[in-house]
């Protein structure tokens, strides 16, 4: 996660991520092809007809934007703690800091654990265990109310 983080924050350059994450060359090597092969990143000509080649996010790889920022807004709340966020995701129109992420429904409004329910999707293994085709609530932990 944290080499699609420095994606977003702009490292191209085999060099850039190296450099701001400190790894071993051949860790970062094998996550980035990783990464590339699994369709997350892909590796594009630095400059028109260059042979230099940087790594971009690909569409999967921009639809983790969601995911990275409800990662970050976690970590400030229960991590860092409120008041010392370490950064602060702002919108560009505005300079105000964006909204939490939250689940919603199909009205807008916001959903618990106990408003979820898991299903079988199309992709169900059909010939699995009888119980896995049963719809199941999402448990919440022992200790919410």
């Known amino acids: 996660m944290l080499i699609i983080r420095e994606a977003f924050f702009g490292a191209r350059r085999f060099e850039d991520f190296q450099k701001r994450l400190g790894i071993a060359r051949n860790i970062l090597t094998s996550r980035l092809r990783r990464l590339t092969e699994q369709g997350v990143l892909e590796r594009v000509p630095a400059k028109e007809g260059g042979r230099r080649k940087v790594y971009r996010l690909t569409d999967m790889g921009r639809e983790l934007l969601p995911v990275l920022i ?46 979820l329910l898991t299903l079988p999707g199309p992709g169900a293994d059909r010939a699995g265990r009888p119980e896995d085709t049963a719809p199941r609530p999402m448990r919440p932990p022992l200790t919410e109310n």
Do not use: F, H, N, Y
Request: charge should be positive.
């Open 70 to 115: 409800a990662l970050m807004q976690w970590g400030d709340r229960w991590i860092t703690g409120p008041g010392r966020e370490p950064l602060r995701v702002v919108e560009r129109r505005t300079g105000r800091d964006i909204p939490r992420i939250a689940l919603r429904g199909s009205d807008g409004a916001p959903l618990t654990l106990r408003d």
